[in-house]
């Protein structure tokens, strides 16, 4: 039978050795609990356990357990673990009082329904893949990823969303914030002073490309996609785009804007960053590829596992071109060593062993079972509202009628408790002129609560709409 300090729990106990050693322990543990280091319901060592650690007498230990026990900061029960009870009054907070009904559905674009992750296939894959990794697997690896990983995406991502890329060329990220914060690190590095985002846009994604130090100007989108006309004016040296499905308004890049888009960057010396958030979810027509396969030497792919899989795996990728490919490796070795390998080595199982299609498959009638549902739901009960945006991916954008107010809407959610998010904070600029309109993020909520969820969003548009 084992010591029983051996499978104890560690605590660092910082001794003064003024004095009487049992005070020096229940001083030190009880400015730890003080100080919020030790937490309500932390484990203290066994008296055995740390009386080793510390290298004095066990008597010593107890007697100081059983002081900071008689004081009220610890349990002193026989045969039990001692643990933390006393809370120190800065932790004491009162629970916020929410406005309205706390939430009950989550209507916000971005996320995939959690409760659709395919735990069984995973947990599978994890299982045969750790069977099968050598020693080294746990060692520190490449960072621009597993080649393995690198190896399996390539396959995929050229079948599937048409990317010409080598394992080479690719690099694994932790998603798309961090992918862009290497790129715009790339492009500052290679000379860019400026950078153009669509109008409208992700807001978080702009707030990261001004916090890199890089001027961003505007481009506005219509029904085509972003207005390369408009683009042309501009003295930037790299644009950011959603081609397969724009976020938000959801439309597609028009086949001409996609051959004009190429030609300004050969034309310019410019580069292009393709976000394809959500490209796999398409429905209404066939699959429409990715940008970067029109100028690979041109255009960096970011793609990633959020939307496909759940943004709690953190793994993205990015293809490079040829030419920045040497600058982007170099700034990653610099700043870390890569992501997680073992996430990276199940998740290339996953997709060889085709685990990925078919998840991907079955969620694309789901998502599409939902935006039909969707637009049912409101074409019936609100139909002054207009549903667009929704050939691909997991949101919709709901034009309101008339000057109905997209914050009453807003207003009128919270009530009900429902989270949505308007199209307002997307654009660059407030502009009265911009439309009234709600994002709706139909991927997010469990199956079994979507229709009620909608049955709510369409209640609380007909409310505000009076």
Same mark, same amino acid.
């Given at each position: 039978?084992?010591?029983?300090?051996?499978?104890?729990?560690?605590?660092?106990?910082?001794?003064?050795?003024?004095?009487?050693?049992? *005070?020096?322990?229940?001083?030190?543990?009880?400015?730890a609990i003080c100080d919020g280091?030790?937490?309500?319901?932390?484990?203290?060592?066994?008296?055995?356990?740390?009386?080793?650690?510390?290298?004095?007498?066990?008597?010593?230990?107890?007697?100081?357990?059983?002081?900071?026990?008689?004081?009220?900061?610890?349990?002193?029960?026989?045969?039990?673990?001692?643990?933390?009870?006393?809370?120190?009054?800065?932790?004491?907070?009162?629970?916020?009082?929410?406005?309205?009904?706390?939430?009950?559905?989550?209507?916000?674009?971005?996320?995939?329904?959690?409760?659709?992750?395919?735990?069984?296939?995973?947990?599978?894959?994890?299982?045969?893949?750790?069977?099968?990794?050598?020693?080294?697997?746990?060692?520190?690896?490449?960072?621009?990823?597993?080649?393995?990983?690198?190896?399996?995406?390539?396959?995929?991502?050229?079948?599937?969303?048409?990317?010409?890329?080598?394992?080479?060329?690719?690099?694994?990220?932790?998603?798309?914030?961090?992918?862009?914060?290497?790129?715009?690190?790339?492009? *500052?590095?290679?000379?860019?002073?400026?950078?153009?985002?669509?109008?409208?846009?992700?807001?978080?994604?702009?707030?990261?490309?001004?916090?890199?130090?890089?001027?961003?100007?505007?481009?506005?989108?219509?029904?085509?996609?972003?207005?390369?006309?408009?683009?042309?004016?501009?003295?930037?040296?790299?644009?950011?785009?959603?081609?397969?499905?724009?976020?938000?308004?959801?439309?597609?890049?028009?086949?001409?804007?996609?051959?004009?888009?190429?030609?300004w960057a050969r034309q310019r010396?410019?580069?292009?960053?393709?976000?394809?958030?959500?490209?796999?979810? *398409?429905?209404?027509? *066939?699959?429409?590829?990715?940008?970067?396969?029109?100028?690979?030497?041109?255009?960096?792919?970011?793609?990633?596992?959020?939307?496909?899989?759940?943004?709690?795996?953190?793994?993205?990728?990015?293809?490079?071109?040829?030419?920045?490919?040497?600058?982007?490796?170099?700034?990653?070795?610099?700043?870390?060593?890569?992501?997680?390998?073992?996430?990276?080595?199940?998740?290339?199982?996953?997709?060889?062993?085709?685990?990925?299609?078919?998840h991907v498959r079955r969620m694309?009638?789901?998502?599409?079972?939902?935006?039909?549902?969707?637009?049912?739901?409101?074409?019936?009960?609100?139909?002054?509202?207009?549903?667009?945006?929704?050939?691909?991916?997991?949101?919709?954008?709901?034009?309101?009628? +008339?000057?109905?107010?997209?914050?009453?809407?807003?207003?009128?959610?919270?009530?009900? +408790?429902?989270?949505?998010?308007?199209?307002?904070?997307?654009?660059?600029?407030?502009?009265?002129?911009?439309?009234?309109?709600?994002?709706?993020?139909?991927?997010?909520?469990?199956?079994?609560?979507?229709?009620?969820?909608?049955?709510?969003?369409?209640?609380?548009?007909?409310?505000?709409?009076?």
């Open positions: 039978m084992a010591d029983e300090w051996s499978s104890s729990v560690d605590l660092c106990v910082e001794l003064s050795h003024r004095g009487s050693l049992g *005070r020096d322990v229940e001083r030190a543990i009880r400015q280091r030790l937490v309500v319901n932390a484990r203290l060592p066994s008296t055995r356990a740390l009386a080793h650690d510390l290298g004095v007498a066990r008597g010593t230990i107890a007697g100081a357990y059983a002081q900071l026990a008689a004081e009220g900061y610890i349990t002193l029960r026989p045969g039990a673990v001692s643990e933390v009870i006393w809370v120190p009054p800065a932790a004491e907070t009162p629970a916020a009082a929410e406005p309205g009904r706390a939430a009950r559905w989550d209507l916000r674009p971005g996320s995939p329904d959690s409760s659709s992750f395919p735990r069984q296939a995973w947990v599978r894959t994890t299982r045969s893949v750790f069977q099968r990794l050598p020693p080294d697997a746990f060692g520190y690896g490449s960072s621009q990823g597993t080649i393995e990983l690198r190896r399996a995406l390539t396959s995929y991502l050229g079948r599937a969303r048409g990317v010409l890329a080598s394992p080479e060329g690719l690099m694994i990220c932790s998603g798309f914030t961090q992918a862009l914060r290497l790129i715009c690190e790339v492009l *500052r590095l290679s000379g860019a002073r400026a950078v153009a985002m669509e109008d409208p846009c992700a807001p978080r994604y702009r707030e990261l490309v001004a916090s890199s130090g890089l001027r961003i100007a505007g481009v506005p989108c219509d029904g085509e996609g972003v207005q390369v006309a408009a683009l042309k004016s501009l003295d930037v040296q790299a644009v950011i785009v959603t081609p397969a499905h724009q976020y938000p308004l959801g439309v597609t890049l028009s086949p001409a804007r996609r051959n004009a888009l190429t030609e010396d410019a580069l292009i960053i393709e976000d394809d958030y959500d490209g796999e979810f *398409r429905f209404d027509r *066939r699959p429409v590829g990715s940008l970067q396969q029109m100028a690979a030497d041109r255009v960096l792919y970011v793609g990633t596992a959020s939307k496909t899989l759940a943004p709690a795996l953190r793994l993205g990728w990015i293809a490079l071109p040829a030419a920045i490919r040497p600058l982007a490796v170099g700034i990653r070795e610099w700043l870390d060593r890569g992501n997680a390998a073992l996430e990276q080595l199940v998740l290339a199982d996953f997709i060889n062993s085709g685990a990925l299609d078919r694309r009638v789901e998502y599409r079972g939902r935006r039909d549902y969707l637009a049912r739901v409101l074409a019936r009960d609100v139909p002054q509202a207009a549903v667009t945006g929704i050939a691909a991916g997991m949101h919709a954008l709901v034009t309101l009628p +008339g000057e109905t107010q997209a914050r009453a809407v807003l207003a009128a959610a919270r009530r009900r +408790g429902l989270l949505l998010h308007t199209i307002e904070e997307y654009w660059h600029e407030p502009d009265p002129a911009h439309p009234h309109a709600i994002v709706v993020g139909y991927g997010r909520p469990p199956a079994n609560a979507f229709r009620s969820c909608i049955s709510e969003l369409a209640a609380v548009i007909a409310e505000a709409c009076g």
